[in-house]
């Protein structure tokens, strides 16, 4: 990373991380009132929420807010929470659906679940295990709101924010989502590039970038400046789309002990990434059968190095990253009618971070 960027996330990290831990003690002793499984359930939310990770979206939130003219305020940081756990919220989901076991260094929050049973020698110890994940995700998405309704910003504001949420983080998450489960059970020869890049575009792109800039505008009250707004839609449009391209490069030729996520698992949940649906289209008839052979399942040795030769060879490894490159050639090039700021060169420089970074 680079010194303005590096600088912004020393600053930002630990005011975000801060307000994580006060709401969380405070809703442990409200739950402990209740009782002690819901107090355990917001324990486990709090290890998963606190446990690692970049925190992006929040720090982008505040970006956003800087960059609009919004003046310090502690209560920025209470909504930033609320961007952090509504991510958290929605990897939980993501996790269940993958069947993803490990996120950030640790088990997904099932994975947690299922093994707890398991040892209480509860029958179904997997569904149970589902389940519970479940009752907490219900349980985050109420802290999203809590979060961001009881921070001290006019009530039009928040409810700006709240839509915000509603409709880029969720609802279209949600359709980014559908594009690609449905995807997965599509054969290599059927699925396509255009279909593959909306879902991401609105998985990602919009969720992971858009969403996050815009609410900082709007909490700095440039809810109504549709030129600033455009500009960060752009931006983050170009450059969500460049840090999803490379985060499925990550999830192939990364390393898990850098990523916190086991290499090669969208192979075996049969995702069509980029590098697949290319390396597919170039590929040989024998590098074709092989490809469709293995996804969607189990890796066996040596397999997962061979999937990772044919991504090379078959020139998809390539494509992905002049893909990603010239996305964040775009973004960047969206911010030259800002200013100089320091806000602007962090933007520029997080835009070169998403396609060097190692996790």
């Known amino acids: 990373m680079s010194s303005h960027l590096d600088a912004f996330i020393a600053e930002e990290t630990p005011h975000i991380r801060r307000e994580l831990q006060d709401f969380f003690a405070a809703k442990k002793s409200e739950a402990l009132q209740v009782n002690q499984h819901l107090n355990e359930s917001v324990f486990h939310i709090a290890e998963f929420v606190l446990r690692g990770g970049k925190s992006l979206r929040p720090l982008l939130m505040v970006l956003g ?54 040892k209480l020698g509860w029958k179904d110890a997997a569904h149970h295990g589902r389940t519970f994940a479940e009752i907490d995700g219900v349980v985050m998405a109420s802290f999203v709101t809590e979060l961001i309704r009881t921070a001290q910003f006019p009530p039009e504001i928040l409810l700006q924010v709240l839509g915000v949420v509603d409709h880029t983080m969720y609802w279209e998450t949600i359709a980014g989502w559908q594009i690609h489960y449905f995807q997965n059970d599509q054969l290599l020869s059927e699925a396509k590039e255009k279909e ?16 996050p800039l815009t609410i900082g505008a709007i909490l700095a009250g440039r809810g109504d400046d549709a030129q600033l707004l455009d500009m960060l839609q752009q931006y983050g449009r170009a450059v969500g789309r460049a840090f999803q391209i490379h985060d499925d490069i990550l999830g192939v030729f990364g390393d898990s002990g850098k990523t916190g996520k086991p290499v090669g698992n969208d192979i075996r949940e049969g995702k069509k990434t980029l590098l697949l649906l290319k390396a597919f289209q170039n590929g040989s008839a024998v590098q074709k059968k092989f490809l469709v052979d293995v996804c969607g399942r189990e890796l066996q040795s040596g397999e997962l190095e061979k999937v990772q030769s044919i991504i090379r060879e078959t020139g998809s490894l390539e494509y992905s990253e002049k893909l990603a490159k010239k996305s964040v050639e775009e973004g960047i090039k969206v911010l030259e009618s800002l200013k100089d700021s320091e806000e602007k060169q962090i933007l520029k420089e997080l835009a070169g971070f998403v396609v060097s970074r190692e996790n």
Do not use: C, M
């Open 65 to 118: 807010y800087r960059l609009a003219g919004g003046s310090r305020s502690s209560e920025i940081y209470r909504v930033a929470a609320g961007i952090e756990v509504s991510h958290k919220y929605l990897l939980n989901v993501d996790d269940i659906a993958d069947r993803d076991e490990q996120r950030n260094g640790g088990p997904t929050v099932w994975r947690f679940y299922e093994d707890a049973f398991r």
């Open 196 to 211: 593959f890049l909306r879902g991401l575009e609105l998985v990602t792109a919009q969720y992971s970038f858009v969403a």
